[in-house]
């Protein structure tokens, strides 16, 4: 059982992370739900969101998740993440990322992400991933 | 059989990804080597480049192999990236990600990237990945 | 809106599948359940389900949910399928299957699979993939 | 350094997988290559090679070539794997499936694997996958 809460996940994440824009919006019990903020930073021409701006969603939002089981350890790593872009985002709305772990065990976290245009009801994207936990010393 | 040639791709991509600081390096038959050079924006504490930052260049390079082949289309997608992250890449070294295609047919093309710490032996990623080829009107 | 049911579509499977033991369980809109018996064919030496059942029946699950969407249509195909096994299956329960598509287009359809030792709460594991739609002629 | 022979390694495989029909054909430092031979069991109407098939054929290939480099160690475990279908195989040739390791670390071990129908020069799918190796007592 951790004590990691919004606020100070979102403090360590800022400090592990200090380019990202990304926000955590919610943890639950194996789950975390976080925010990309989309600006033109965020954009390709034609007026749609980069598909490494969703890859770095779904990636941050796992990572949150397995956070918020395991604790604030710096040195869990992604090992693998699989992603299908579903449909094009909206270029006016932020991006929502959901995670769901599936597992969370003593070496391997694996979870199941769904990603959308705020507001839209169809997900824009689907990931899944590994993340590796280090041992306990 | 295109005409696409290093020059003309790095313009066209300059233009379809204003923010990336991607450059392709070499274009073969169903090959393209692209660098991703690193600097404080593509690093992480501790001295690290982002798992992000490696999907990007993984994508890049696919659609580089991808234009390649069937000319400067930008309508062509990515359908699927699948990651693997193997060792910690170093902070002061650029990204070089080199796309093999396995496939270019009609409708979809699939290819297998491996990346290096420029100069280093090992990978420190392996990506495949599917992209939508639009149809010919 | 097409009209496969439950039975047809078993029927349709039993001939292109004819080796598969799998048994569509239920179809609704946009996801299929599927069921695969576990017997001594498809366990190990200490008694967990081989990693290739697994395979079989989330590619199945996948290809049920399609049809059931587009209709009994032999030529679509599994482009590719990514599973993460979650935790070891039961000798002693059936496989069930469940696939959620999360879009079915015009060309491709990709869908989510969760895997269940039968009456367990916990998945052992979980599947994404694409299928290519043949065009219509 | 392991002493893993391909007869050791096909005596043992027969133990763990006594349904397969796959024989490793060899094992090099990070590689190996197995047969899966193709018969009826492995066909699909039409005469091509079912999916199932290849993604036995693949994770055999990742699981032999880890066993070569870490030993003869039941243990070892498929934790994910991709595969992307890029051809129809050939009805009458056998399949083989060529592995390269990427990484063999303490606890996980990544490889990439490319199948072939035996002779013909393009593959039919391409795969990669995780093992997590068992902690040395």
């Keep these: 059982m ?3 809460t919004v606020d ?3 403090h360590f994440l800022g400090e592990a992370f200090p380019q990202t824009r990304c926000r955590v919006e919610s943890l639950d019990t194996m789950s975390a ?3 990309h903020p989309i ?3 965020e954009l390709r021409p034609g007026g749609t969101v980069s598909g490494p701006t969703l890859m770095a969603a779904a990636d941050l939002a796992l990572y949150a998740a397995v956070l918020g089981e395991i604790g604030l350890q ?3 790593v992604t090992t693998n993440l699989n992603i299908h872009f579903l449909r094009k985002p909206a270029a006016d709305r932020d991006i929502i990322a959901r ?6 065990g003593r ?3 694996i979870g199941n992400v769904l990603l959308y245009s705020e507001g839209m009801e169809a997900p824009v994207a689907q990931a899944s ?3 590796a936990i280090p041992p306990k010393r």
């Design 2 to 4: 951790t004590t990691v």
């Design 74 to 76: 710096p040195l869990a």
């Design 33 to 35: 739900t976080i925010r």
């Design 8 to 10: 100070s996940l979102n």
């Design 99 to 104: 995670c769901e772990l599936l597992k969370c």
């Design 39 to 41: 600006g033109p930073a």
């Design 107 to 109: 070496t391997l976290a």
């Design 129 to 131: 991933g590994t993340y």
